[in-house]
C-alpha cells in the first residue's frame, strides 16, 4: 500500500508539473502574442507615420515645381520682351547713325551726351543686377547647405 500511494503522489506530482507546465506556457504565449501585437501596432504606426512625411514632402515638391515652372514662363516672357526691345534699339542706333552724318556739331554733341547718359545708367544697372543675382545665389546655396540629406 505504500508504493500504491507513492505511485499516486508520483502520478500527481506529475500531472501537477504537467499542468504547471502548460499554465506557465499559457502565460508566456500570452506575453508573446501580446508583444507580437504591439510591436505590428508601433510598425503599422511608424509606417502611416513615414507615408504622411512623404505626401507632405511630396505635396511640397510639386509646388515647388509649379512654381518654378511659373517663374520660367515668366522669364521666358521677360527675356522675349527684352530681346525685342534690344532688337528695336539696335535699329534706331542704325538709323540714327545714318542719320548722324548729316546731323549739325550741336546734334552730334547732344546726341553723345545722350548716349552717354544712357550708357551710364546700363553701367549701373548691370552692376545692380549683378548685386541681386550674387545676392540671389548666395540664398539658393545656403538654403541648400541647410536642407536636410
Known amino acids: 500500500m505504500l508504493y500504491t500511494h507513492i505511485a499516486a503522489a508520483l502520478i500527481g506530482a506529475s500531472v501537477a508539473a504537467v ?18 501585437q504591439a510591436a505590428s ?5 511608424a509606417v502611416k507615420d513615414a507615408m504622411a512625411k ?17 517663374r520660367a514662363q515668366k522669364n521666358a516672357v521677360a527675356a522675349a520682351n527684352a530681346s ?9 542706333l542704325a538709323t540714327a547713325r545714318a542719320d548722324l552724318s548729316k546731323a549739325t556739331q550741336q546734334a552730334r554733341d547732344n546726341y553723345a551726351a545722350a548716349v552717354e547718359t544712357v550708357l551710364g545708367q546700363c553701367s549701373r544697372e548691370l552692376a545692380e543686377m549683378g548685386r541681386i543675382a550674387d545676392g540671389h545665389s ?6 541648400l547647405d541647410a536642407w536636410p540629406n
Open 41 to 45: 501596432e508601433a510598425t503599422t504606426k
Open 138 to 143: 548666395s540664398d539658393v546655396k545656403m538654403m
Open 54 to 70: 512623404m505626401e507632405v514632402n511630396q505635396k511640397r515638391k510639386d509646388d515647388a515645381l509649379i512654381e518654378s515652372n511659373k
Open 84 to 92: 525685342n526691345a534690344v532688337n528695336g534699339l539696335r535699329d534706331e
Open 19 to 36: 499542468g504547471a507546465w502548460n499554465v506557465q506556457s499559457w502565460r508566456y504565449g500570452e506575453q508573446i502574442a501580446s508583444m507580437k
